[in-house]
């Protein structure tokens, strides 16, 4: 299989406008299965909008989206519950989505909150919940996982424990997973290619590369730059000519 097999999304100078002015512009990069792709920049950067764009939710009103695949989940920013009511994660599982007792089980294992499957989702941690959330969008094995900001309202160090979760989905289950994150540090522990975003493309590169840009150093200060080198992802695999992994 060539690595052209394992795409799964491309955009070139994909942009989207509202009115007068461009959310975003000359948006290039693709996604492959089995990859990690940071989005980072400022708040207004275009991070959601870009995501979007590949769930189909924006159309680009100008440029290219190719998406291979229909196979695709989406953990939002932000999730509106009531939190009064008496909903179990079990149930919180398979709203809106047909998936059975097993695949519940496995997601559930597979983001190490299967002791809470008959828990009620208001007594959960935050932690926990965003566990419980990425065990539902990984239910179907997608073939592209996209999460927006997926450690918010989580502490210090269950976000460490996050990132390395979503690199353990990335490598049993073969997906590509699209990453939104302002946190520039963590996130890059857990990374195989960081698109910075304000409006366009500023730079794009492995964390290394990023870090030591001018344009990433402009928008984040030299300390960034220089804290985020020390986060450079390790892999303990390495990637075939064709995309695949190989240990």
Request: include cysteine; hydrophobic fraction near 40%; aromatic fraction near 6%.
């Amino acid at each position: 299989m060539t690595k052209k097999n394992n795409l799964l999304v491309s955009l070139e100078n994909a942009g989207v406008r509202k009115s007068t002015r461009w959310l975003v512009r000359g948006i290039s990069f693709k996604i492959y299965k089995g990859e990690i792709v940071t989005l980072i920049g400022p708040n207004g950067s275009g991070k959601t909008t870009t995501a979007k764009m590949i769930l189909n939710i924006f159309k680009a009103d100008e440029g290219f989206i190719t998406s291979n695949t229909s196979n695709v989940a989406y953990v939002p920013q932000k999730i509106n519950i009531d939190w009064t009511l008496p909903l179990r994660v079990i149930d919180f599982m398979k709203i809106t989505s047909h998936i059975n007792f097993s695949q519940i089980k496995e997601a559930l294992t597979l983001t190490g909150v299967e002791k809470l499957i008959y828990d009620e989702v208001r007594n959960l941690s935050g932690g926990e919940f965003q566990r419980v959330l990425i065990a539902r969008a990984i239910a179907k094995k997608p073939d592209l996982l996209v999460l927006d900001e997926p450690v918010q309202g989580v502490d210090f160090n269950g976000e460490i424990a996050l990132y390395k979760l979503i690199k353990n989905i990335s490598d049993k289950l073969n997906c590509g997973i699209l990453l939104i994150s302002h946190d520039i540090h963590f996130v890059m522990s857990a990374t195989d290619h960081v698109i910075c975003l304000n409006g366009h493309v500023c730079c794009s590169g492995t964390p290394s590369i990023v870090a030591k840009n001018p344009a990433y150093i402009k928008l984040f200060g030299e300390h960034t730059a220089s804290t985020l080198s020390l986060y450079e992802h390790h892999h303990d695999h390495s990637h075939s000519t064709d995309g695949s992994i190989s240990k």
